[in-house]
């Protein structure tokens, strides 16, 4: 069986962030989206630094949905044909 590297340093990543009762399975992959890989770089940056990532990842996802509401459908399957 064949894997890669990636998918599994990202696996290795979810079930460390799975661990913390604040950060669990409900914001384990908003942390990797905001470009934190580890708990340990979690336990380093600072609150504010963490929000400005977490608040520019948000207004990057807003203005792609806004930019292209039919691509999005398209690729979710829930545009009529």
Do not use: W
């Not at 590297?5 to 290795?12: D, F, G, L, P």
């Not at 905001?34 to 770089?41: A, E």
């Not at 996802?61 to 690729?75: A, K, S």
């Amino acid at each position: 069986m064949q894997m890669h590297i990636q998918h599994i340093n990202k696996s290795t990543a979810l079930a460390d962030f799975s661990r913390l009762p604040s950060v669990g399975c409900q914001y384990y992959g908003l942390l990797l989206h905001v470009g934190i890989c580890s708990v340990n770089q979690l336990a380093q940056v600072s609150l504010h630094d963490l929000q400005k990532r977490i608040l520019r990842f948000q207004v990057i996802t807003t203005q792609t949905i806004q930019q292209q509401p039919n691509q999005l459908y398209r690729n979710s399957g829930l545009m009529a044909q």
